[in-house]
Nanobody
Framework: VQLQASGGGLVQAGGSLRLSCAAS????????MGWFRQAPGKEREFVAQ????????YVADSGKGRFTISRDNAKNTVYLQMNSLKPEDTAVYYC????????????????WGKGTQVTVSS
């Protein structure tokens, strides 16, 4: 199981970024996938999750109204659209997958991808 995250970068406050996570190695048709983030000196925190089929989502309070998680089943890819970014959103963002089909929020993580850096300047 491999998760490859991409799309991070440097953006000004108020800007937008879309992160992508491509999954390979197994069929993720029943997996829950999501995003976590870790800022310097802080613990890793949950950001958002989405079921594969049917589509059900949950976004942490820190991202509600600004972040949207979605997926493209044909591409085995999950996206995190981040709008109205704030300097406090600066972190390394990690893609994650839960192998079990039971829904709970935040999700349990069975697989981690390498992170992608998001930096929001003020």
């Amino acid at each position: 199981v491999q998760l490859q995250a991409s799309g991070g970068g440097l953006v000004q406050a108020g800007g937008s970024l879309r992160l992508s996570c491509a999954a390979s190695g197994r069929t993720f048709s029943s997996y829950i996938m999501g995003w976590f983030r870790q800022a310097p000196g802080k613990e890793r925190e949950f950001v958002a999750q989405i079921s594969w089929i049917p589509s059900r989502t949950y976004v942490a309070d820190s991202g509600k109204g600004r972040f949207t998680i979605s997926r493209d089943n044909a591409k085995n890819t999950v996206y995190l659209q981040m709008n109205s970014l704030k300097p406090e959103d600066t972190a390394v963002y990690y893609c994650a997958a839960q192998g079990a089909i039971n829904w709970s929020a935040p999700m349990s993580v069975d697989y981690w991808g390498k992170g992608t850096q998001v930096t929001v300047s003020s």
